[in-house]
């Protein structure tokens, strides 16, 4: 029975890190979809998102109400950002090989984190986010925490959003266009630029949410925190089929409770090497991911 | 003068410019802090040439190479340590754990498209600096590995062996690397870069080509871990971070994908900069990120993109200082002899 009642309150837990992971993971699989570059910086708009979060929050002081506020600007910040990293550097090489692209990203990627090293107001040591005093309800012997309900609101909330934007909106449906076929839906008079723009802004904002959400579960920021949950939610993409909306966020849910549960019953130091591990797992089996279309290579 | 005179020509050329340069260590005209740095600076050299064959003619972006260069290094201590090997034997055992360790990683993820090493890589350099930490029986635990066997204690001899050893290493890994990408097996790496379907409707096995390249590049990645550890004595799982790899992936763009001479000149050039501009501090770690985002945008090609991307060629200068019409362009070569 405890035994049981540890299964799922690690299961919990790991629903609420892998909805943090879910939101990351779109919006490398966004990106990925409309100009098939996997965007390292992505982690990093998670760390910046988390910092615009926490110097609001300092200014503002923190209470409920100006917690969901703060993600107001956080998004807008790391929207901008996202917009201008694509403008500026990713646009210029679109028609070179994708290995200049890939390690442009790397540099963006280094850029932003050494740059939050240097920048006198942020520097290399660890700072603690501002947290609501912890309250735990008690649901069927299990704990739930409010940050863990915070969580699951703000990110069934944005996916909700995302869902109607994909599917509901022109722009969203350009979105799908592009991702499907660029050059086709250039001729159809899709202004392949500004959806790509479009697609950054929305990844971006999304990334700095889920930055804010995890700095309300591990309140401890620095310039390098993106890098891991980065490279998870990446992970994530790729086996929820990278390109594919849905897939990211099954590969996020299911790697946020492997994860929690490796931790829980296993040994916190593997719960890295799991991540990886299942990474090559799908590569090998299933290269398409969970939810991912077979493709053939065009010539 | 015939081509096999020519060579042996640029090969006296290449073993004097080594000795005269072991002499200036020597007889410390190159002091012995000058002498470390340059130590350092081949090695980097080695691993970033090793790099440049995976990612610069394979076309491959592979992020973990630090993680080849600690599992050399590693090794290398642990069989000088633990199994009293001699040096030679420690050396080369280091770079074969770490050729291996290519190998079982490329065996999944090279069938792929490229996007996919990029990420396992960098996943591999990170859970290897891991597992540094947790085994520390072996490695010393995040306190560091202290006490490994140097090259020599005698005190003259102490900065010319290693340098001479690394410097030996570099031109051997150059010749290698040069004949390997001017035979048919160097046509098909490249032909990979170039166009992957083509090359396989060409005939060429992309996988095994792939696999063949990631391997040497790990096994080139190990072989300057391995120089390093009885070099240095001491080994902390931090140094071989993240960060590292992209130092060996920035020599590499900025001395120009897919050029040698290129990869020698920057890695050397490049360390011998990080030196200098130590008074930086912190700030140096913008910097690098920089040169790499506007060496992609505006100079793709690197450095030897502005020399029309040729290959330095010894012998082609030996038959133009002879005043003789050059032999057929570029079957030579030993780029040693331009390490300074």
Known sequence: ?299 | MSKKTNTIASALIVALFLILLNLLVWFRVIGEYTSQVLTIAGINAIIALGLNLISGFTGQLALGHAGFMAVGAYTTAALLMKVNLPMALAVLGGALMSALFGFLIGLPTLRLRGDYLAIVTLGFGEIIRVLMINLPELTGGPAGLKGIPTYTTNFAWRPVIPFALVYLALTLVVVLLNNLLNSSHGAAIVSIREDEIAANAMGVNVFYYKLFAFTLSAFIGGLGGALYAPFFGYLSPNMFNFQKSVEFLIIVVLGGMGNLTGTVVAGIGLTYLQEILRFLKDYRLVIYPVILIIVMLFQPSGIMGLFGNKEFSLTRLVSKMLGEKPLGGEESSDKAGEVQ
């Open chain 1, 1 to 299: 029975m405890a035994f049981l009642q540890q299964l799922c309150q690690q299961t919990l837990n790991g629903l609420s890190l892998g909805s943090i992971y879910a939101l990351l993971a779109l919006g490398y699989t966004m990106v990925y979809g409309v100009v098939k570059l996997i965007n390292f910086a992505h982690g990093d708009i998670l760390m910046v998102g988390a910092f615009v979060g926490y110097f609001v929050l300092k200014k503002w002081g923190i209470t409920p109400v100006n917690l969901m506020l703060s993600f107001l600007p956080a998004m807008l910040f790391c929207m901008i950002l996202g917009v201008l990293i694509e403008k500026v550097c990713y646009k210029p090489l679109r028609n070179q090989p994708r290995i200049n692209a890939l390690i442009t990203a790397i540099g963006v990627s280094f850029f932003l984190e050494n740059g939050a090293r240097v920048l006198p107001f942020i520097g290399p040591n660890p700072r603690v986010f501002p947290t609501l005093p912890v309250v735990n309800y008690r649901l069927f012997g299990i704990n739930i925490s409010q940050v863990q309900i915070l969580i699951f609101i703000v990110a069934i909330g944005l996916m909700l959003i995302l869902n109607y934007i994909i599917n509901h909106t022109k722009t969203g449906k350009a979105m799908q266009a592009v991702s499907f076929d660029k050059g086709a839906a250039a001729l159809m008079g899709i202004n392949v630029d500004r959806i790509i723009s479009f697609t950054f802004a929305l990844g971006s904002s999304l990334g700095a949410a889920a930055g804010i959400l995890f700095a309300s579960a591990y309140p401890q920021i620095e310039p390098y925190m993106g890098i891991m949950p980065g490279m998870k939610a990446f992970i994530a993409a790729v086996f929820g089929g990278i390109g594919s909306i849905p897939g990211a966020m099954l590969g996020g849910i299911i790697l946020g409770v492997a994860e929690t549960l490796t931790k829980g019953f296993l040994s916190s130091q593997l719960a890295d090497a799991i991540a990886f591990g299942l990474l090559i797992l799908i590569l090998v089996v299933k290269p398409s991911g969970l939810l991912g279309k077979p493709m053939g290579e065009k010539v």
